[in-house]
């Protein structure tokens, strides 16, 4: 069940949400509407605060490397109670949406690779490295349970050319 998202503007995109004590038959179910939200959105991730609850749960589905024009994405992946550690040095330049914040972009400048730290959906732990796209996406994402939106990390005067934007998503929503 697609549920409704929440929008910039909305105090649960700025807390820090809450570690999952327990994985329940809730959060299970919970999981799956996270996950039915971001495919009726074609995000290519979303976080629990984005659907209104403030857990350190998001599911990423970032896009494939391509091969000619053609747009894939990864399996989507489940992460509970992500620990983010050793970003490397290198830095990668991107544009960035965020489905909370409908109709803009931004540069991002992150680290091109990310260990995480995480529980699966039956509470098996995992560490992994992760490269590129699926590094900046499980860095967006984790920065939704951490208060943290992208337009917070763009250039200034990218941040001062959306500002009405912003203005009018925190208006409208
Ligand atoms: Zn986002």
């Given at each position: 069940m697609?549920l409704?998202l929440?929008?910039?503007?909305n105090?649960?995109?700025?807390?820090k949400?809450?570690?999952?004590?327990?994985?329940?038959?809730?959060?299970?179910a919970?999981?799956?509407?996270?996950?039915?939200?971001?495919?009726?959105?074609?995000?290519?991730?979303i976080?629990?605060p984005?659907?209104?609850?403030?857990?350190a749960?998001f599911?990423t589905?970032?896009?494939?490397?391509?091969?000619?024009?053609?747009?894939?994405?990864a399996?989507?992946?489940?992460?509970?109670?992500?620990?983010l550690?050793?970003p490397?040095?290198?830095?990668?330049?991107?544009?960035?949406?965020?489905?909370?914040?409908?109709?803009v972009?931004?540069?991002?400048?992150?680290?091109?690779?990310i260990?995480?730290?995480?529980?699966d959906l039956?509470g098996?732990?995992?560490?992994?490295?992760?490269?590129?796209?699926?590094?900046r996406?499980?860095?967006?994402?984790n920065?939704h349970?951490?208060?943290?939106?992208?337009?917070?990390?763009?250039?200034?005067?990218?941040?001062?050319?959306?500002?009405p934007?912003?203005?009018?998503?925190?208006?409208?929503?």
């Amino acid at each position: 069940m697609k549920l409704p998202l929440t929008y910039y503007g909305n105090p649960i995109l700025r807390a820090k949400a809450k570690q999952v004590t327990a994985i329940t038959d809730e959060i299970r179910a919970f999981v799956n509407d996270m996950l039915d939200t971001m495919r009726e959105s074609s995000g290519l991730g979303i976080a629990a605060p984005q659907v209104g609850k403030s857990l350190a749960i998001f599911i990423t589905a970032p896009p494939i490397e391509e091969e000619g024009n053609e747009f894939k994405q990864a399996p989507p992946q489940v992460f509970i109670n992500p620990k983010l550690t050793e970003p490397s040095n290198e830095l990668w330049i991107h544009s960035e949406a965020c489905l909370s914040i409908p109709k803009v972009s931004g540069d991002v400048a992150r680290p091109l690779e990310i260990t995480v730290t995480w529980l699966d959906l039956d509470g098996k732990e995992y560490t992994k490295t992760f490269h590129g796209w699926a590094a900046r996406v499980i860095m967006h994402e984790n920065d939704h349970i951490n208060g943290v939106l992208y337009i917070d990390r763009i250039p200034p005067e990218q941040r001062k050319a959306i500002e009405p934007q912003l203005r009018l998503i925190k208006k409208k929503y």
